[in-house]
Structures are given as C-alpha cells and as structure tokens.
C-alpha cells in the first residue's frame, strides 16, 4: 500500500523472488514524477489499484505483464457536510445578510506561516470592494493555535472554525462560502468534490521550488488541473502568490456570473472523472476475488 520507494524494493528483493503475489493499492504516483518506475513496478506487481483516471494509459505497453484497475477516490465516500450556511453562521452570530468568503492556508505550520498573512491582506482588498464579506478559515488541532496567533491584531471580520465546534470544519467552509482561496495540495480535490469555485495558491522557498520544478513533470500542481487536463482552477504560484493578485482574481469570479457557472460546471466534471464512491470496498473485493483464483491458495 502506497510508499513506493521501501515497498518497489521489498517487491523487488523479497517478494517475488520467494513467489509471493502481490497487489498494489494506490498506485505509485508516476504521473506526477519517477516515470521510469513503471517497469519495475510492472514486473513485480500482479496486480495494480489505483485511485487516479488517468494512470492506465501509463501502464498501456505492461498490461500483458499486470492487471490494472481503477476503483475510484476514496474521497468520494469522506467529503461530505451536515450543517447548513445559517447554522454556521449562528455559532459566530455573523448576520445573515453576510457573504461567507474562505480562507484554507494548510494544516503545516509553514504553510499557515507563509500563505495566511497574504490571504488576510488580501482580504483587506476584497472587503473594500465587497464589504458585506465575512471570512472563515477552518483549522485543525495543530495548527489552531498559530492560526489564532496570525489573526492578532486583525481588524478583519474573520472566525476560525475548529474541529471542537464541528466534524470537518474544512469541508463546511468549503460549502458555505461564495468563494475560496485554498492552498495547494488534498484540500484542492475535496473542494472539488464540493463543488464551489475557489483560487489555488501556494508560495515556497526559491530553491525549493526549482527542485521541485525539475523532478516533477506535469502542466500544473492542482490535483483538479491534472485531472482535467486544463486549467479549471486558477494558479497563483511563488511570485504571483501576492495579496493584489490574489484579490483579484477572486473578485473575476464573484463579479462574473458566467465564470462563476463555468467553474462549477468544470468541478462536477472533476468530480465525475474521480469514479463512483465505493473504492475501499471495490478494492477488497478485487483482492478477495484474486485470492480465491490463485492456485493452491
């Protein structure tokens, strides 16, 4: 399951060799980085589940050599919301003719560190142009206290929802807000899920980000770009991960009717290309299945 650089060399120097059959679960992510894996990784597995649509083009020349299936994202079956827009509103007494706009700077410490102070000075601009905004910013255990640390001081209308006041806080402002502004990583494909439209940002140390440059090789960082092959979500990167920026390119969204349906269309699309719900159980019965045909078993 998952971990590729201990578990290709487990397949490779234990496993097969004693004969073991093997079923990977969650796909090494090849598309991302690490294409030359696919060999190995065909060679040794038997049969190979992954949770991404686009992975069996990937293994197209190897699929005398293994099975592959795809099962759906387990996300599918996690995201969901139980509460509604004025029963959040209640908990902070925000009035009802507020516009919720939401904040999601990460769950690391540098993350919040780095990207919520620009999401606040941004909201600072989004307020003066639309005023009757309220923002939210959902955040877990770890970080709650930093969060609250950044947010000292702040004339900002702005609460931080946490896991003590609701399951899945995250997901909850994800739903009730007009508009996001989320960063890179998981949090992007669950917002998908959700369905609302929100800007992608992220912002890292120069040197980190070349490296990453140059061991990844795909078009976009956004899990929900890379699924559509396109650019759903708009992407504020390194410089362009600034307050001004930010700003307005969330207000081409809550200013244009068009754009705002057009993205949301695009998400449900993002959705449907993730599968059915089931994927942990259309996983066991694969193996399951596979266990019952194995000779001698």
């Known amino acids: 399951m998952d971990f590729p650089g201990f578990n290709l060399k487990l397949l490779e120097v234990k496993l097969r060799k004693r004969k073991i059959k093997t079923v990977y679960f969650i796909a090494p992510q090849v598309w991302a980085w690490g294409r030359g894996r696919i060999p190995k990784i065909a060679k040794y597995t038997d049969i190979l589940i992954s949770i991404w649509p686009f992975g069996k083009e990937l293994y197209s020349d190897y ?3 293994l099975r592959f299936e795809f099962v759906g994202h387990p996300l599918l079956d996690i995201v969901r919301t139980t509460k509604t827009e004025k029963e959040i509103k209640a908990i902070f007494n925000i009035p009802e003719d507020k516009k919720l706009f939401g904040f999601l700077p990460g769950s690391r410490e540098s993350e919040v560190k780095t990207l919520l102070p620009l999401m ?5 601009i989004l307020q003066r142009e639309i005023p ?7 955040a877990t255990p770890n970080v709650e206290k ?6 000292s001081g702040h004339s900002l ?3 931080v929802l946490t896991e003590k006041q609701i399951k899945n806080p995250s997901y909850e402002v994800m739903k009730h807000s007009v508009f996001s502004v989320i960063a890179s990583g998981t949090a992007t494909l669950e917002a998908s899920i959700v369905g609302n439209p929100f800007l992608l940002i992220y912002k890292v140390s120069p040197i980190t980000f070349f490296i990453g440059k ?17 650019e759903v979500v708009k992407e504020l990167l390194q410089e362009e991960c600034n307050p ?3 700003a307005s390119e969330s207000l081409k969204y809550l200013k244009n009717p068009q754009l705002y349906e057009k993205t949301k269309k695009e998400l449900q699309e993002v959705k449907s290309a993730l599968g059915e719900k089931g994927a942990l159980k259309k996983t066991a019965q694969i193996i399951k299945d596979y266990l019952e045909s194995v000779p001698g078993k």
Do not use: T
């Not at 606040?120 to 600072?124: C, F, I, M, N, T």
């Open 214 to 230: 140059m061991l990844v090789s795909i078009d976009y960082l956004g899990l929900p770009n890379i699924i559509a092959g396109k």
């Open 63 to 65: 699929l005398d050599q």
């Open 244 to 246: 001004e920026q930010i």
């Open 120 to 124: 606040l000075r941004a909201g600072k």
């Open 146 to 151: 930093l969060v609250k640390e950044v947010l």
């Open 157 to 159: 209308p702005v609460s």
């Open 132 to 138: 009757e905004l309220h923002f939210l910013i959902p």
